[in-house]
């Protein structure tokens, strides 16, 4: 099978790379940043995706499948990058999908979409509605890519369109949405709060995305790890010392005295739980995890 | 600093119970066994020599698997909640414990949020209780709600309006319903008067005022009566009728066992 993969330098996505090059696929690699090192059976093309280079790789190749990874945060990118890569780049990766015959297109996203509040279920299906624009308006960017893409399924019938929500990575890269907010010494918390965290492990992750293209998944779908777990114990067995703040003071002290740097309008994320249940996912694909929160903390803490 | 707080007993009855905690002590909804057993230590303070809980019919709660435990609520604060899941715990062989539900807006405040998770106390939502049963955990549901702890002095021990979505749920996830009858909570915490402005204040549903103004329970002896198990035939998509009557069942059934609990109470004293 061929397949391209968009953010192809990504973490994450590289291990998807090298899962789908050991089944015996051939993979086309698209991202702007370099992945120098990268293994035979990986094409690589440093392009933007919205570009006429990238739809080339689409009409020259012809992919059977895509996995679209080059999605951005609020970590990462400013407001307008965040805009312009996760809802154009989005579009243009469906629009070249549709147009040169791809079978099967996966939107890997991201399960903070679903938003933290206090009048949400633990482990939520993938009826329950998107609240992040409201309860973190830095991830309604997002939230408009995972639902552009949903609506593709019925947009555009000839493409078998997935989108996953997966939940926060963490593993010995050390990078991620997760991985930023712990990495200073001390880990705030909003006093009086302690929400459940949700994690897998990075190459469960890349285990789960090859399942999905595996299974010719074609819908909305949930992608859980372990068990979660309260972010005060996740601080602690990661080697951090979680610190409770005041709410009122909670914004100031972000960025400061070994506090890790978030936006003030992530306070909703770090007072309430975001659980999803994966069953759907996991009955549909045979996907479990290989690692169990206590690996996976392990993992990110001693590499 | 939590091992401190905990009982010797309640650490070794922790040990037969059925939550499956992982190596950290947590489990799949957030129960934590330290948590767990700083409540039950305060708890068996309060049920032991505080209310002093005289509880009857609790091998009617069964040993395993999903079950609803259906009540009357009273008294202002929900000690009868507390009480309950007191019994369950130190009364059953091997003990179980209790998921409860607690209101919506108690999630917004800093440290019952936390506390309320760690203890198996989630937010009450459907979605909560059908997760609860099947994990086969024992789910305690008031179906009076905040209705019924709120209400007056004057109108004790009269049953008010019983929502049906437990109902729903108990025939979606046949779940058998244990009734039980708590007697005591409305001595206990007298409400004479609601103050609306601190209610408004704190967005809780109401404020109870008793007649010595703070609003602590009085060391008053409670009885908590549970029922035998009561089993409904249907899959929770019955109509409102067939549920209404149903509802009403349970209603009578509870309502016979707070009186059941008042005679006892009247005979002892």
């Not at chain 1, 019938?157 to 010995?172: E, F």
């Not at chain 2, 905040?146 to 749920?169: E, H, S």
């Amino acid at each position: 099978m061929k397949v391209v993969i968009t953010g192809v330098s990504g973490y994450v996505a590289r291990r998807v790379a090298e899962v789908l090059v050991r089944d015996g696929h051939q993979v086309f690699g698209i991202d702007h940043r370099p992945w120098p090192d990268a293994p035979p059976g990986v094409q690589m093309h440093r392009v933007d995706v919205r570009k006429r280079p990238a739809e080339d790789i689409f009409r020259t190749h012809t992919p059977d499948a895509v996995i679209h990874m080059a999605t951005v945060t609020y970590v990462s990118a400013s407001r307008e990058k965040r805009y312009r890569l996760n809802l154009g780049g989005t579009r243009a990766v469906w629009n070249y999908c549709d147009r040169y015959g791809v079978e099967q297109a996966i939107f890997v996203g991201r399960h903070t979409v679903y938003g933290a509040a206090p009048d949400a279920p633990l482990y939520r299906g993938e009826d329950e509605p998107l609240l992040a624009g409201s309860t973190f308006p830095n991830l309604a960017d997002l939230v408009a890519a995972d639902l552009y893409a949903g609506n593709a399924i019925w947009r555009l019938p000839k493409v078998r369109t997935a989108v996953l929500r997966i939940v926060y990575s963490l593993g010995p890269s050390r990078r991620g949405t997760l991985a930023n907010f712990l990495q200073g010494p001390r880990v705030p918390l909003v006093m009086g709060y302690d929400p459940l965290f949700q994690f897998i492990h990075e190459h469960d992750t890349a285990d789960a995305i090859a399942a999905a293209l595996y299974s010719q998944l074609r819908g909305v779908y949930n992608v859980t790890g372990p068990q979660p777990i309260p972010l005060s114990l996740l601080a602690k067995a990661s080697g951090k010392t979680p610190v409770p703040i005041p709410e009122p003071f909670f914004p100031s002290f972000l960025g400061r005295f070994g506090f890790s740097r978030l936006p003030k309008a992530s306070i909703n994320h770090v007072k309430y739980p975001v659980v999803l249940d994966g069953s759907t996912f996991a009955n549909e694909t045979g996907f479990k995890p290989m690692f169990d929160e206590v690996q996976t903390m392990d993992a990110y803490r001693w590499s | 600093m939590w091992k401190y707080l905990t009982d010797a007993a309640v650490s070794e009855r922790l040990n037969h119970v059925d939550i499956p905690f992982n190596t950290y002590g947590i489990d799949h909804f957030g129960i934590s066994r330290e948590h767990v057993g700083t409540f039950y230590s305060g708890l068996k303070l309060l049920y032991e020599n505080y209310f002093r809980v005289i509880t009857t019919g609790v091998e009617n709660v069964p040993d395993t698997g999903r079950a609803m435990l259906i009540g009357n609520h009273s008294g202002g604060l929900p000690m009868d909640a507390m009480m309950t899941i007191a019994a369950v715990f130190f009364e059953k062989e091997p003990p179980r414990h209790t998921m409860g539900m607690v209101e919506k807006f108690a999630q917004k405040l800093p440290f019952v949020s936390q506390w309320s998770c760690r203890i198996g106390q989630l937010t009450g939502l459907p979605e909560h209780a059908v997760a609860m049963l099947k994990a086969e955990r024992l789910l305690m549901v008031f179906p009076e709600g905040a209705r019924g702890t709120g209400k007056l002095y004057k109108d004790r021990y009269k049953l008010v309006r019983f929502g049906t979505g437990f109902m729903r749920i108990a025939l979606q996830t046949k779940s058998p319903i244990v009734p039980f009858g708590f007697v005591g909570g409305e001595e206990a915490l007298p409400t004479i008067y609601h103050a609306k402005t601190l209610a408004k204040l704190f967005r809780a549903p109401y404020w109870p005022v008793p007649p010595y103004l703070v609003p602590i329970p009085l060391p008053v002896q409670c009885r908590l009566v549970f029922g035998e198990p009561m089993y409904f035939e249907g899959d929770g998509t019955e109509s409102d009728q067939i549920i209404d009557s149903y509802v009403a069942q349970v209603r009578d059934r509870i309502a016979a066992l707070v009186d059941e609990g008042r005679v006892a109470r009247r005979e002892t004293e």
